[in-house]
């Protein structure tokens, strides 16, 4: 499997460009986020060593423990539901949180990063299919928790960040990506204080070109560069 990881890193990152120029956008707009989730550190330093940068994962101890162990030029994206009482773990390590869908939750990351000393950057997840069982808040409540999220010190919204459902097809989840990008804009001209709505986190493995194509500034691509996940192994 020696080169596996490079060949797919370069095919998605040739897939990203070709999606950029069918969109007419500039390919340096779009950041791939190697989501290593469940992978062993040889292999993200394999990525790494291609010139991968930015790493996602979606468990505090995790993304902990492998921050720890690789280069410290790495961008990790906390991209996976947060737990309030972990947020002390991680506040400092995580370049970006993506999962923030609750004033709770972003007034512990606003406590934490101020005992530290910092500013923590983060997205506001959005449940842009209404799916039950996905977190996010629902599209007509997220400029109202962004104003209230805006107050809090400490802490700075970069933007938005949807999971789209698991589909076969991936023009089927086209609208939602729209309705994300569409959402940044309409809560981009409202001009809120502290509020900076460059951000869009959308696609994965299955669908990541539709979302650059739809506007995305972060795609997540786990399967396609590393491989399946295989759960019991870990
Ligand atoms: C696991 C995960 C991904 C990557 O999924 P793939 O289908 O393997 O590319 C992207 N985003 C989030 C939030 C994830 O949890």
């Given at each position: 499997?020696?080169?596996?990881?490079?060949?797919?890193?370069?095919?998605?990152?040739?897939?990203?460009?070709e999606a950029?120029?069918?969109a007419?956008?500039d390919?340096?707009?779009?950041?791939?986020?190697a989501?290593?989730?469940?992978?062993?550190?040889?292999?993200?330093?394999?990525?790494?060593?291609?010139?991968?940068?930015?790493?996602?994962?979606?468990?505090?101890?995790?993304?902990?423990?492998?921050?720890?162990?690789l280069?410290?030029?790495?961008?990790?994206h906390?991209i996976?539901?947060?737990?309030?009482?972990?947020?002390?773990?991680?506040v400092?390590?995580?370049?970006?949180i993506?999962?923030v869908?609750?004033?709770?939750?972003?007034?512990?990351?606003?406590?934490?990063?101020?005992?530290?000393g910092?500013?923590?950057h983060?997205?506001?997840?959005?449940?842009i299919a209404r799916?039950?069982?996905?977190f996010?808040?629902?599209?007509?409540?997220?400029?109202?928790?962004?104003?209230?999220?805006?107050?809090?010190?400490?802490?700075?919204?970069e933007?938005?960040?949807?999971?789209?459902?698991?589909?076969?097809?991936?023009?089927?989840?086209?609208q939602?990506?729209?309705?994300?990008?569409?959402?940044?804009?309409d809560?981009?001209?409202?001009?809120?204080?502290?509020?900076n709505?460059s951000?869009?986190?959308?696609?994965m493995?299955?669908?990541?070109e539709?979302?650059?194509?739809?506007?995305a500034?972060y795609?997540r691509v786990g399967?396609?560069?590393?491989?399946e996940?295989?759960?019991?192994?870990?």
């Open positions: 499997m020696a080169g596996q990881i490079r060949e797919n890193i370069r095919q998605t990152e040739a897939n990203i460009r950029c120029v069918r007419g956008r390919s340096q707009e779009v950041t791939l986020i989501v290593s989730k469940t992978k062993p550190v040889a292999m993200l330093q394999e990525a790494y060593d291609c010139g991968c940068r930015h790493f996602g994962e979606n468990k505090v101890q995790e993304l902990a423990e492998k921050y720890g162990q280069p410290k030029d790495i961008k990790w906390m996976g539901h947060l737990q309030r009482n972990k947020v002390k773990y991680i400092d390590k995580a370049y970006l993506h999962s869908d609750s004033l709770r939750l972003a007034e512990e990351i606003s406590k934490e990063a101020g005992k530290k910092i500013t923590a983060i997205l506001v997840e959005v449940n799916e039950e069982t996905k996010g808040i629902a599209k007509e409540e997220a400029e109202e928790l962004i104003r209230e999220i805006a107050k809090l010190p400490s802490l700075r919204v933007g938005l960040m949807a999971i789209a459902p698991y589909v076969e097809n991936p023009e089927k989840n086209r939602y990506f729209e309705d994300l990008y569409h959402l940044s804009v809560i981009k001209e409202k001009n809120i204080d502290n509020i709505m951000v869009l986190s959308m696609g493995t299955g669908d990541y539709v979302a650059v194509e739809e506007g500034t795609v399967t396609g560069i590393f491989g996940r295989h759960y019991d192994a870990v």
